[in-house]
């Protein structure tokens, strides 16, 4: 058995309850026409209250699980921005509940990178030898930190989970994660940050004022991300294609995250790849971060975009701020 982590099964979960843009129209100070056209999505799923990540995160994992037909792992690694707790850690909960008592478990927070930072330590456990099977989830209840009356964010972000089974195997498999590139810049974290509840602003407490209300939401600024999602994407993914020996124009199909179509046909541009290669299924989940890539390359799956032998070429930029890109040749595994 070599080092290689290959990819071995894939499930998602979206919340029942769909939000159209027209829904939002009703209660914020925006249109179904401004939202489609500045972003590409048409509609999101909120979680109904009651509902947390790893709500999402145990039907996704229970799916990737069934998908690989393992009931066994060593290690749980859940990206979230949004934990069911600041403390502990929600993916012991997950994986308790997922029937794996006592494995390794451990959130990671790279925001709407955090599937594909996520992928590559998940590989690094394998190539370590901790690990032969590492379960690899990115769930996210974006609906419990959005201010309900900021239309700047409100209308961009939605609920969902997918997961992956990563096992031990060879390099030259399909499914085999090729190469990896992983980066961050935090002199830019204020552009995407809910700063109360952290050791810098701690909640209110009997002695200490706690931050303003609104300072538990989630705040982006929209316009520089933009343009910092474009230049990292593209830089990110022209390093894995390099270390994975590919051209723009091998890729067969380009999985970035899913934030606006504008940024992916600009980092395809960049790219020199053709925009028909960018799988997009943003329209019907918006923005739903470190869900983003295992729910895209899902819906990629089922639609016949992408199929095994295919060479996937994944990327993702978020808060903190952080980006990163994987490559791999799409196996023949089940999609639940
Ligand atoms: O997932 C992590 C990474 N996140 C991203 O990659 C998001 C990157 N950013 C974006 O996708 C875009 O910047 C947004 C979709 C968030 C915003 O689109 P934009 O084209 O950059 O719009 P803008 O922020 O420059 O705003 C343009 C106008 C403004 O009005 P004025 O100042 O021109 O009068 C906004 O106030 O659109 C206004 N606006 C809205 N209007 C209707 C902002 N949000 C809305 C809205 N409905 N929901």
């Known amino acids: 058995m070599s080092g290689a982590a290959v990819l071995a099964g894939l499930g998602t979960f979206v919340p029942p309850r769909v939000v159209t843009n027209d829904e939002l129209s009703l209660t914020l100070d925006t249109s179904d026409e401004w939202i489609r056209t500045r972003t590409g999505i048409t509609q999101r799923h909120w979680a109904d209250p009651g509902t947390a990540t790893g709500d999402l995160a145990v039907e996704a994992g229970r799916r990737a699980l069934a998908a690989a037909g393992t009931d066994t792992v060593d290690l749980v690694v859940l990206a ?7 403390c502990p850690a929600t993916a012991p909960e997950v994986a308790a ?7 390794a478990a451990f959130d990671l927070a790279a925001v709407c990178s955090g599937f594909v930072y996520a992928l ?41 989970a997918g997961a992956v089974v990563l096992r031990a195997g060879e390099p030259d498999e399909p499914g085999a994660l090729l190469a990896h590139d992983l980066g ?9 940050i809910v700063p109360g509840g ?16 609104a300072d538990s939401y989630f705040q ?28 723009a124009d091998s890729v067969g199909r380009f999985v970035g995250h899913q934030a606006n179509v504008r940024i992916l046909h600009a980092v395809a541009d960049q790219l020199g790849m053709a925009r028909d290669r960018v799988v997009v299924n943003l ?10 890539i295992p729910l895209a390359l899902a819906h990629a799956v089922t639609e016949g975009l992408v199929a095994p032998g295919d060479q ?25």
Request: proline share 8%; net charge neutral.
């Open 80 to 86: 979230t921005t949004t934990p069911d707790h600041p």
């Open 97 to 103: 509940r997922l029937g794996l008592p006592h494995v």
């Open 120 to 160: 590559a330590t998940a590989a690094g456990a394998i190539a370590a030898g901790t690990a032969t099977r590492v379960l690899v989830i990115g769930a996210e209840t974006y609906s419990s930190i959005l201010d309900p009356e900021d239309r700047t964010t409100s209308v961009i972000f939605g609920d969902g």
């Open 184 to 192: 961050s810049d935090g002199s830019l974290k204020d552009l995407i």
């Open 198 to 213: 952290g050791s810098r602003q701690p909640p209110a407490g009997a002695e200490k004022p706690g931050p303003r209300p």
């Open 220 to 247: 982006m600024q929209g316009r520089p991300v933009f343009r910092h999602a474009v230049t990292r994407m593209a830089a990110s993914s022209q390093a894995v294609l390099d270390r994975a020996g590919w051209s």
């Open 283 to 292: 329209d019907r989940v918006g923005n739903t971060s470190a869900a983003s």
């Open 312 to 336: 996937v070429l994944l990327s993702a930029f978020g808060g903190g701020v952080t980006w990163g890109s994987t490559a791999l040749v799409w196996p023949d595994v089940p999609v639940h």
